[in-house]
């Protein structure tokens, strides 16, 4: 479960979320993920592009075809408390 960090292409603001493979489309890469940036002044989706080490290739802004899942952003700082939640899903 990498923590992945990027800008946003729409408002260009640091942006921060977890991947998990379950979370992309593994049989083509690079897989598109949509991410919602979840803060009052953007609050829009876009496209990131992973390879298979669910590293960041490039972004759209907007929803391209191909992605599964919307993921959302998560503050900086609640970064554990994030990882403890996601941590207690998957047991």
């Known amino acids: 479960m990498p923590y992945r960090f990027n800008t946003c292409p ?13 979370d992309i489309n593994t049989k083509k890469y690079p897989a598109p993920v949509y991410i919602h940036h979840k803060i009052n002044s953007c609050g829009k989706v876009s496209t990131f592009y992973v390879d298979s080490l669910l590293r960041v290739s490039f972004s759209y802004p907007g929803k391209k075809p191909g992605g599964i899942k919307t993921l959302p952003t998560i503050k ?10 996601r941590l207690k899903k998957k047991k």
């Open 76 to 85: 900086a700082s609640s970064l554990e408390k994030d990882k403890r939640k």
């Open 10 to 22: 729409h408002c260009e603001q640091k942006i921060t979320f977890w991947i998990d493979q379950e």
